[in-house]
């Protein structure tokens, strides 16, 4: 009999993460049932309870319940602990709850793994200071990143994330057009602003000819942060797909024990996208 596994969310219905999860189920043998479930607001800590009560094994958890995770999570890795978000959930062998933060370690993967972009010595533009950008700093870091400057439109935000990793790393905080106007080795859109058709307002000069620059929204066509480093000449333009897969692999590794590749899985999943 399979175990079971799920993503809750609000939304959930455009979630990719049941098609990820079978195609590594299929992929290592493992007997894994994964559904995507939507919760009601208000009614997340009960349903993960019920979830977990009634044998589930594990949870991926997206917006907008990666806080309460995190509330949730009696044991925290230091990657969630930093993150202030819990992505993933599981139970220790002693019944107790744990949480874990897989979005950064995806991130790094998709970009050195998959896309040959090295961080180490790499000065870094990180734009955009919520929760994603929080969640993959200290692996960024941890990379062996030289520099990370944190523009945002509200500057104090980004000065938090600086007070709170500084001690990681060489950080700093700007607002995007303060931002100076010399080539970064790599560039992250952490904003939502792709999603309204927008792009954060930062200087052109940013993007030389050797950057590398990464989007975490992905879609069936590029974003308008990607076709803008297209159009200023990036040496690498890179969507948020591969790193979506590349999370769920690491919560796979997680609960199983068990790594899946990887580039066969994105290379589907783009093809589904595109229709």
Avoid at 124 to 151: Q, S
Avoid at 249 to 262: D, H
């Amino acid at each position: 009999m399979a175990d079971r596994y799920a993503v809750f969310g609000n939304p959930i219905k455009h979630s990719k993460s049941p098609r990820i999860h079978a195609a590594f189920a299929e992929q290592t043998g493992e007997a894994v049932e994964y559904s995507a479930q939507l919760v009601e607001l208000g009614a997340f800590e009960n349903d993960v309870a019920r979830f977990f009560a009634e044998g589930g094994k594990g949870l991926n958890v997206t917006v907008p319940f990666k806080q309460n995770a995190w509330n949730m999570a009696a044991q925290r890795s230091s990657a969630a602990e930093r993150a202030g978000a819990v992505n993933t959930l599981y139970q220790s062998a002693d019944g107790v709850l744990c949480g874990d933060n897989t979005d950064g370690v995806g991130l790094v993967a998709d970009l050195q793994d998959n896309n040959g972009v090295s961080l180490k010595g790499a000065r870094v533009l990180m734009l955009g200071a919520g929760g994603a950008v929080r969640g993959v700093l200290e692996p960024f870091l941890a990379a062996g990143a030289a520099e990370i400057v944190i523009a945002n439109r509200t500057v104090a935000n980004a000065q938090e994330l600086v007070d709170l990793f500084g001690d990681l790393g060489h950080l700093s905080a700007c607002g995007f057009s303060d931002v100076e106007p010399r080539a970064f080795d790599v560039i992250i859109n952490g904003t939502s602003a792709s999603l309204q058709g927008e792009l954060p307002p930062v200087p052109d000069a940013v993007v030389g000819p050797d950057t590398a620059c990464y989007d975490m929204m992905y879609g069936a066509e590029p974003t308008p942060f990607c076709i803008w480093a297209k159009q200023q000449g990036a040496a690498i333009v890179i969507d948020g797909l591969g790193m979506l897969v590349e999370q769920a692999a690491e919560s796979f590794r997680i609960w199983r024990g068990v790594k899946p590749e990887t580039r066969g899985v994105i290379a589907e999943v783009r093809r589904e996208l595109a229709g």
